[in-house]
């Protein structure tokens, strides 16, 4: 005869409660891994097209050496590199916050853990909160606590999307020392319109990458806010 006792309604309901919230960050996890897998895709893609456009414009230009058959054949090549990449970063920016989602999503059931056992906080190296302070602690970005603005010009352009940027802003640099070329400009003439070129395509991509990560839907506005930083001990 078994003398073992059967398990209270509120332990397996908490078991229950458990199961379903690890379905669900792990799904949440396979999902962040696709997101990923995406995002690299799209930037080899990028890469590929470009790689294929400059040794295409180097046997170009041995034949033409700069001429106007080179000119007529760079500016709309790198035209539609110029498209491709600013479609990647678009698309880049929509992942990310796909990715910001799925943080959010995994720091909410964090909290429904804690809710659950409460003693298993100091093990949690990631947030049990939702808001932005919360996600960029889960993100390893501790610029918050530090006193620092994530959303910086040198951290946007440590990220895939800021390093695109870049390359191509110099793309669209380079069409406009070739539209430059094309009317006659000067050397220095030269110089100007693609460092204006170069200046204007960042900027713009800038703006427009801070504006992409302002925007959130309701659904992601904070249930479970980040407690208040202790202040700072006075003086004795």
């Not at 997101?35 to 990028?46: A, G, H, M, Q």
């Amino acid at each position: 005869m078994s003398t073992e006792m059967p398990p209270s309604r509120a332990e397996s309901g908490d078991a229950g409660k458990l199961q379903i919230l690890a379905t669900e960050h792990w799904s949440l996890l396979a999902t962040r891994s696709l997101t990923y897998t995406e995002s690299l895709n799209r930037v080899t893609i990028f890469l590929a097209i470009l790689s294929g456009a400059m040794i295409a414009l180097a046997l170009v230009a041995q034949v033409d050496r700069f001429g106007p058959a080179f000119i007529s054949i760079a500016i709309p090549l790198l035209t539609v590199v110029l498209y491709t990449g600013i479609a990647t970063i678009a698309r880049l920016h929509t992942l990310n916050r796909d990715d910001f989602r799925w943080v959010i999503g995994m720091n909410r059931l964090r909290h429904a853990y804690l809710e659950l056992h409460p003693e298993l906080e100091p093990h949690f190296i990631a947030s049990p909160y939702d808001d932005m302070r919360g996600a960029l602690q889960t993100l390893g970005i501790d610029d918050i606590r530090a006193g620092r603005r994530p959303g910086s010009l040198f951290h946007l352009l440590q990220t895939l999307p800021g390093m695109l940027t870049v390359i191509v802003a110099a793309v669209g640099a380079a069409i406009g020392a070739l539209a430059a070329l094309a009317i006659g400009f000067p050397p220095l003439g030269l110089v100007l319109a693609a460092a204006a070129a170069f200046v204007l395509v960042l900027v713009l991509m800038e703006i427009w990458g801070r504006r992409s990560v302002r925007r959130l839907t309701p659904s992601l506005q904070p249930r479970f806010p980040s407690l208040p930083s202790p202040s700072p001990p006075g003086p004795p």
